[in-house]
């Protein structure tokens, strides 16, 4: 397991953009999957987006795509997700996750590691 820490959540107007950081603890970080799911009230927490390891392949919900990027930096073990053209469904609160294969599965149930959560509120 790696411990992670997000931050960057925050309120915005609907069509604003924000950037999330997740900063990783542990030697192995490049070799692990980082994906970014998040979690609204009343719902099941779901993927958003995921960056595999090695190869950097990366996968996205279809309701994120062409205004969230996920994109890593293994020299700072660093995950980010940045987030453009925001609606209000995209509020919720967004974690963070790695996994301990090169893949970035969309189920939570493949994931070890998880951090805190951070709140992310757009306004209409």
């Known amino acids: 397991q790696v411990q992670l820490v997000e931050s960057g959540g925050g309120l915005v107007q609907a069509g604003g953009s924000l950037r999330l950081s997740c900063a990783a603890s542990?030697?192995?970080?490049?070799?692990?999957?980082m994906a970014w799911f998040r979690q609204s009230a009343g719902n099941e927490r779901e993927f958003v987006a995921g960056i595999r390891g090695s190869d950097n392949i990366i996968q996205y919900q279809d309701s994120v795509k062409g205004r969230f990027t996920i994109s890593r930096d293994n020299a700072k073990n660093t995950v980010y997700l940045k987030m453009t053209s925001l609606k209000p469904e995209d509020t919720a609160v967004y974690y963070c996750?790695?996994?301990?294969?090169?893949?970035?599965?969309?189920?939570?149930?493949?994931?070890?590691?998880w951090g805190q959560g951070t709140q992310v509120t757009v306004s209409s």
């Open positions: 542990g030697r192995t970080f490049s070799n692990r999957a």
């Open positions: 996750a790695s996994n301990p294969t090169i893949y970035a599965y969309t189920d939570v149930e493949m994931y070890d590691s």
